[in-house]
């Protein structure tokens, strides 16, 4: 019974394809993320969505586009992917202050781009 | 704005001996601080986190840390290492009123010799 799921774990595909990731939370959180791990195992926040806005956009280019149907779900598409794009890529979602207050992460995408 | 500074990027332990992870932090808000693990090519772990109660913090797998405003760190101890606490560690931070995205450190690695 999973938390927080994120599909395909593994992705490999060619410069300037289109993919998507997608992720489920199952917890009844509010926000939910997304991570960049790159190669030096650095994680940075890229997007932050609470009940499916967005607040939180940082300097990711504009080839990264989340969708967050509801805010159980909140999926990435990447456009015209490139080498760089290379990374481990999570997803979390966070409870609002109080004694369950915390983050929970998915397992990663791990995205090759060849 | 916050950020956290890991102050060693590799530490190398024998089995059976403590473990010190070094970690200071800087906060304009009331923190809350996290330490996560990750160990090869898996995703991220929760192994404690603080949030303005207690500033010893108990977590899983015998780690603990301390909170020490006045020094502005979260290190992360553990009294012997084991073979499996060999890991990537993470010490993150936020603020304690929630869902606003995590900022990781750097990382450190744990090497853990027989």
């Known amino acids: 019974d999973t938390a927080v799921s994120q599909t395909p774990k593994y992705l490999v595909t060619q410069m300037g394809n289109d993919k998507s990731i997608k992720c489920e939370q199952n917890l009844g959180h509010d926000t939910m993320y997304w991570y960049k791990q790159d190669s030096k195992k650095f994680l940075k926040i890229m997007f932050s969505y609470n009940n499916k806005e967005l607040i939180i956009n940082e300097t990711v280019p504009n080839r990264f586009s989340p969708k967050s149907p509801d805010k159980a779900h909140l999926n990435l598409h990447i456009n015209s992917l490139e080498l760089g794009d290379s990374a481990v890529y999570f997803c979390?979602?966070?409870?609002?202050?109080?004694?369950?207050?915390?983050?929970?992460f998915g397992s990663g995408t791990r995205l090759t781009v060849v | 704005a916050q950020s956290v500074t890991q102050l060693d990027s590799h530490v190398s332990v024998s089995e059976g001996t403590p473990v010190l992870l070094r970690c200071n932090y800087s906060s304009s808000y009331s923190p809350s601080l996290f330490w996560y693990v990750q160990h090869p090519n898996k995703g991220l772990q929760l192994l404690l986190k603080y949030t303005s109660a207690a500033t010893l913090v108990k977590g899983i797998n015998g780690f603990e840390a301390e909170f020490k405003k006045s020094e502005t760190s979260f290190h992360l101890t553990k009294p012997s290492a084991h073979m499996s606490d060999a890991a990537e560690y993470f010490c993150v931070v936020s603020s304690v009123s929630g869902n606003t995205p995590l900022v990781f450190g750097k990382g450190t690695r744990l090497s853990v010799i027989a």
């Open positions: 979390a979602s966070s409870q609002v202050a109080g004694p369950n207050y915390g983050y929970t």
